[in-house]
């Protein structure tokens, strides 16, 4: 069964510092996703990534937040300065076709 | 945009009794998973089915797409079933919308 892997697991960060949450999608993968799942709440749609650049961003993936694919296979999302209300798992996902593989999720806790 | 509805919302069950969880979504669609949210928080791939049946052990799905439901069935529940059940429908553009999620707690 192929894999999406998240890391870290859980990160525990002070109000205002920048965290960088790490996915590694499925090789051969086309589209890349990051969800956000506030504790209690739905998983929503943060920004989805395609060719090098973002193709669609939802209200909530405002300045603060950023997505690169640095090096071809690692898929990062990053918080410049972190809100109390950041605290949420983050769940990275990839496509191939229609099926969407989800990472294991990183729970983040702003402090 | 889109609605996906899942009921029931919460669903307690006795050790070894059968269950059915519905995911309705009302606008057509490319393609339907359920997931499986752990304790822990980590989202489990359990189905990829936008229409048709598919079984995997103790579970089972059906999703009609003509008619914008989808069906999870649990026969057998363990305890390890708790957690909450989501259903994802994808529409054009591979962008996912969750449901609402049904949180299923089995006793023993």
């Known amino acids: 069964e192929p894999e999406v892997t998240q890391t870290p697991s859980h990160q525990v960060t002070q109000m205002g510092q920048e965290v960088i949450l790490r996915c590694v999608p499925i090789s051969n993968h086309l589209y890349f996703y990051w969800y956000r799942q506030i504790l209690g709440q739905k998983v929503e749609f943060l920004v989805s990534?395609?060719?090098?650049?973002?193709?669609?961003k939802s209200e909530i993936f405002d300045d603060q937040f950023s997505v690169e694919r640095p090096d071809g296979s690692n898929f990062t999302l990053k918080i410049r300065s972190t809100k109390l209300e950041d605290s949420a798992m983050y769940f990275c996902?990839?496509?191939?076709?229609?099926?969407?593989?989800f990472g294991q999720g990183t729970r983040l806790t702003v402090v | 945009g889109i609605q996906v509805e899942q009921s029931p919302p919460d669903l307690i069950l006795q050790e070894g009794a059968n269950s059915t969880l519905r995911c309705n979504f009302s606008d057509s669609v490319n393609n339907l998973q359920w997931f499986h949210q752990n304790p822990w928080g980590q989202l489990i791939n359990l189905f990829y089915i936008p229409s048709g049946t598919k079984q995997n052990g103790r579970l089972s799905a059906t999703t009609v797409a003509t008619e914008r439901y989808s069906l999870l069935y649990i026969s057998s529940s363990q305890t390890t079933d708790s957690g909450v059940y989501f259903c994802?429908?994808?529409?054009?553009?591979?962008?996912?919308?969750f449901g609402t999620g049904t949180s299923l707690t089995v006793i023993p």
């Open positions: 996902a990839s496509i191939m076709s229609t099926e969407a593989f």
């Open positions: 994802a429908v994808e529409l054009e553009g591979n962008q996912f919308y």
């Open positions: 990534f395609y060719n090098n650049e973002i193709s669609e």
